[in-house]
């Protein structure tokens, strides 16, 4: 069975900088293009970070959208099966319910992890 555990948000000041982590099992993070999401309220659940999986001998391509390029970093830990999302220099409109899922958002959704911008 196919769980997706996300964790690691919070308050926190505007400029200031989290870590969620999405802790995966049922399937390997590293044969599925993985990816996280938002859910600002009022509004529809957006793609915010994508990694592909390992080619090459490399880790796999990310791509990001434009408004957290820069600030954000997602990762994979194939160890721990796991998925993180790197954030810095936070703003107020990066409030949201965070989720992760694959790109083609093919299981449930888990709880999500509320993350809060403000001062």
């Known amino acids: 069975q196919v769980q997706l555990v996300e964790s690691g948000g919070g308050l926190v000041q505007p400029g200031g900088s989290l870590t969620l982590s999405c802790a995966v099992s049922?399937?390997?993070?590293?044969?599925?293009?993985m990816a996280w999401f938002r859910r600002a309220s009022g509004k529809e659940r957006e793609l915010v970070a994508q990694?592909?999986?390992?080619?090459?001998?490399?880790?796999?391509?990310?791509g990001y959208r434009q408004s957290v390029m820069g600030r954000f970093t997602i990762a994979r830990d194939d160890s721990k099966n796991t998925v993180h999302l790197r954030m810095t220099n936070l703003k107020p409109e990066d409030t949201a319910e965070y989720y992760c899922?694959?790109?083609?958002?093919?299981?449930?959704w888990g709880q999500g992890t509320q993350v809060t911008v403000s001062a």
């Open positions: 899922n694959t790109l083609n958002e093919s299981y449930q």
């Open positions: 049922g399937f390997a993070v590293r044969s599925e293009i």
């Open positions: 990694i592909t999986r390992p080619h090459s001998g490399g880790a796999g391509s990310i």
